[in-house]
C-alpha cells in the first residue's frame, strides 16, 4: 500500500523510481562503492530494501544510525560483526559461521560473540562465503554518515576495511546512503587524498523529490488504492503545501484516509512534522544552540549572510564571521539549507514551515 508509513521493501509497494532502482542494481552489480543520496523522506531506504530484495547475490541491511544509537554515540567493530552474523543467521546462512570464532551460540535468541573478529575479518570471511556460494556479497549502510563514529579514528579504521576489500575481495561490494549528503562524500573521501577511499570509483545515485505531476499521481493512486475520493484541487492543494517528498505525501495520505478530511489531515501532518523535525532540531541543537537560531532566520525570510549574523546576535549573543561560516557549510552538508544567488533558504518546504512557527 502506497500509504503505508513505514518504508517500502517490495517493488509493488512503491511508486514510479524503475530509473532509480535499476541504477541501484546495476550499481550493486557493477561497482564496488555506490552512494545513494538524497534529502530526508525522499526514499532512499525504501528504494534500498527493495534493491536488495531484488538483488541476486546476499544482501546485508545496516541501519547506522541505529548502531550509533546503540552504542551511545560510538560504533564499534564488535558491533558490525556482531550485526552481519546476526542478519546473515537470519537469512538462515549459517554456513558463514564455518571458521568463525564464535564464543557462544544460543540460536533461540541467536546471540552469539564472536571473539575477536575485527572488521577485517569479517570481510575476508565475507569473500570465502560469497566465493563459497557463488553469490555476491552487498554489504548496505543505510545513513552512512554516522559511521564517522567508527572507532576512534573517524571512521578511518572502517574505510581502510573498504578499501581493502575494494583492492582484494572481489565478491564484495558496498552501498552508502546519506540525508546529509555532504558529511557522507566528507567521510567516504574520494577526493581526499587522506582518506584510505582516495581515488577509488563508485557510481552515485540522486534520490529527488517528485515533481509536480508525479507527486499528484502518487496521491490519485494512493487513495485508489484505499478506495477513497479525493476532489482534483485537493490533490493540488495538498502538493502545493507538501511539495514532492514521498515521506510528507505518504503521511497525508494516510491521514487523509483515516480522518477523512483535508484541512484534518493536513494539519495531523504538519504536527507528525513538527514532532519529527523538533527531534532533529534536538539532535543538531546539541552540536550547537545557534543551528537553530540560523534555521529560524532563515525560515522566517532572513535569506542573506548579514540579516542571519544580525538575527543569531540578536538572539544568542556575538558569534564570529569565521563561526557563523562553519555554522552555515555544516547546515549545508547536512541536508538542511541551500545557497543560490547569496541568499540562503530551507530545502524541505514543510520543514520550512514547520519551523517558521
Ligand atoms: P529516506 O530513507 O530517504 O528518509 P524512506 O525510504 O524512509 O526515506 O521514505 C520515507 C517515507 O516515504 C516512507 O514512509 C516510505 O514508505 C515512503 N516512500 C518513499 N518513497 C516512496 C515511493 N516511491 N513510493 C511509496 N512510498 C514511498
Ligand atoms: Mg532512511
Given at each position: 500500500m502506497l500509504f503505508d508509513p513505514r518504508p517500502k521493501e517490495r517493488r509493488e509497494e512503491i511508486f514510479d523510481r524503475e530509473k532509480e532502482l535499476e541504477s541501484i542494481l546495476n550499481g550493486m552489480n557493477e561497482y564496488p562503492i555506490s552512494l545513494i543520496i538524497g534529502i530526508r523522506r525522499v526514499g532512499k531506504s525504501s528504494l534500498l530494501k527493495v534493491a536488495l530484495n531484488e538483488y541476486s547475490g546476499i544482501g546485508i541491511y545496516m541501519d547506522t544510525r541505529r548502531l550509533y544509537s546503540a552504542g551511545s554515540g560510538s560504533i564499534s567493530?564488535?558491533?558490525l560483526v556482531d550485526e552481519i552474523t546476526r542478519i546473515l543467521l537470519g537469512k538462515g546462512r549459517v554456513g558463514f559461521l564455518r571458521g568463525i570464532k564464535v564464543e557462544e551460540i544460543n540460536l533461540l535468541g541467536l546471540h552469539l560473540k564472536p571473539r575477536e573478529s575485527t572488521w577485517v575479518d569479517v570481510l575476508d570471511r565475507l569473500e570465502q562465503f560469497g566465493r563459497k556460494t557463488g553469490k555476491k556479497v552487498v554489504i548496505a549502510f543505510d545513513e552512512a554518515q554516522y559511521l564517522r563514529f567508527f572507532g576512534s579514528r573517524g571512521g578511518k579504521d572502517f574505510l581502510a576495511g573498504v578499501a581493502y576489500a575494494?583492492?582484494?575481495?572481489?565478491n564484495i561490494s558496498f552501498v552508502f546512503t546519506g540525508s546529509e549528503v555532504g558529511l557522507l562524500h566528507d567521510f567516504v573521501g574520494i577526493d581526499d587524498y587522506s582518506s584510505p577511499l582516495y581515488g577509488r570509483i563508485s557510481e552515485e545515485i540522486e534520490i529527488r523529490a517528485f515533481p509536480r505531476e508525479l507527486s499528484e499521481e502518487f496521491l490519485r493512486r494512493g487513495f485508489a488504492e484505499v478506495g477513497v475520493k479525493v476532489p482534483e484541487d485537493e490533490i493540488r492543494r495538498a502538493v502545493d503545501e507538501l511539495d514532492g517528498i514521498p515521506g510528507w505525501l505518504v503521511e497525508f495520505g494516510f491521514n487523509y484516509w483515516?480522518?477523512?478530511s483535508f484541512e484534518k489531515a493536513i494539519e495531523t501532518t504538519m504536527n507528525r512534522a513538527k514532532?519529527?523535525?523538533?527531534e532533529e532540531l534536538f539532535e543538531l541543537e546539541k552540536r550547537s544552540p545557534r543551528y537553530a537560531l540560523i534555521l529560524k532566520a532563515i525560515s522566517i525570510g532572513l535569506s542573506?549572510?548579514?540579516q542571519i549574523k544580525d538575527y543569531v546576535e540578536a538572539k544568542g549573543g556575538p558569534i564570529t564571521n569565521a563561526r557563523l561560516n562553519s555554522l552555515l557549510v555544516n547546515l549545508e552538508k547536512m541536508g538542511w539549507i541551500k545557497k543560490e544567488n547569496g541568499r540562503y533558504h530551507i530545502i524541505d518546504p514543510v520543514v520550512e514551515k514547520v519551523i517558521k512557527e
Open positions: 567493530s564488535a558491533m575494494y583492492d582484494s575481495l572481489p483515516k480522518k477523512g514532532a519529527m523535525i523538533k542573506r549572510w548579514s
